[in-house]
DNA sequence: CACTATTGATTGACTGGTCAATCAATAGTG
DNA sequence: CACTATTGATTGACCAGTCAATCAATAGTG
């Protein structure tokens, strides 16, 4: 059954997940209900839904598929895979911290997360496109720094996550726990000591 | 009203929270029914519940509360304050990587972060008798060594997130996305490596 | 020590309500 | 007019929490 207008078609469906972004992201994909979908899509009716997506675990699929920012920042990161540390972790840095400052990065990671968290699909799908890809390639730019000399070697993979998880750290204790202490540590603070220290770490020996 | 026999009563709370925190981790707050906590619990009744627990959240809370195992080891923690940094975190560490390799931490952690996720007072809870406690327990260690000038100065929030955050970032690759690349990583070869570059990096400057 | 009263523990049925999903009817379009 | 888009009512499942009734253990009594 061909839809009657293509572009139609497509602006109604984008219309629907953005709203069931927000929904999903203000209640959780099980409390948001399809009228509460419906509401924040500005559709007449939760019926409609079923006319774009199969069911709600459909919807939430396409949430997470065509919104997660993440994946043009995975893309650009790969283009930099011979650039020195020096330059490149700052560059990556950047373009991580401008993502965050943004409210749709944010409300996915909240969809995504919670949901990882219960659902093995969810999560194998999530870490197939967004943070597995993301570390496989992060691993393998180090592992090419290590060749070159640039950085002392070790277990690639131990090294991607040296370098990542005081991030992750400061995200989780900041935005999900709001540890007081940290708020006043600026996100941009935090990456230029977290590079610096993964730098000092792993500088090669002979230097 | 007193209850029957207090070493029973109390038994029987615990098999509820223990079944509890099975369902919640299986399927998350929301989606674990009454009926799967009472089957996951072997109790004959859900009905039963409401005998030791004034409502499903309640029971939330005492799950939280009795079984994050991370409290203890926080206390023990606690007395390691003198004791240069060489020794004192591995002991940590070998602490935390026991606790990693039972099942209820695991557990726990999965329905107490996607419980913060959405819950601002499970959040506030959670933080204040665990991660919260921790990383500020953590921080005032590091300052003292700093000052002791066995460490190289800087913010110690952020020295403590430089630390814990490569952990966090191993356990939620690894147990949650089940990234392949990092499950062949020991937690203890992690846990070493982790703490031999952190120190490498926060060696003082004279050194 | 036998019998009964009392009390807490446990059950299963029930209630008011919510929700995902379906569907028949209608509106709109090419 | 043929076909799609949209609606709103409906269905059937399920759920948190309540409650009356039953059961089992203990305490009290003569």
Redesign the pocket.
């Known amino acids: ?5 293509e572009h ?2 497509e602006d ?1 469906r984008q219309q629907i997940i953005r709203g069931a972004l927000d929904a999903f992201a203000a209640k959780g994909f ?7 979908i ?1 509401e924040a899509a500005k ?10 997506f199969r ?3 459909d919807l939430l699929h396409q949430v997470i598929l065509e919104q997660m920012p993440l994946i043009e920042i995975i893309d650009s990161a790969e283009a930099m895979m011979d650039r020195p540390p020096e330059e490149a972790l700052p560059e990556m840095a950047r373009k991580l911290m401008g993502a965050i400052h943004q409210w749709p990065t944010v409300a996915i990671a909240r969809v995504v997360i919670a949901e990882s968290m219960r659902n093995k699909r969810v999560a194998s799908m999530v870490s197939d496109i967004g943070p597995g890809r993301g570390m496989r390639i992060l691993a393998t730019y180090l592992e090419r720094q290590m060749d070159a000399g640039r950085l002392r070697r070790m277990n690639p993979h131990i090294a991607a996550r040296l370098l990542v998880g005081p991030i992750i750290a400061y995200m989780i204790t900041g935005y999900i726990f709001e540890q007081p202490e940290i708020q006043s540590v600026l996100p941009e603070e935090m990456a230029k000591q977290t590079i610096e220290s993964f730098l000092r770490a792993m500088a090669p020996d002979g230097a």
Chains 1, 2 share one sequence.
């Open positions: 059954m061909p839809p009657r207008d139609d078609y109604r099980d409390s948001a209900s399809n009228k509460d419906a559709i007449g009716s939760p019926g409609l839904i079923y006319h774009y069911d709600k675990v």
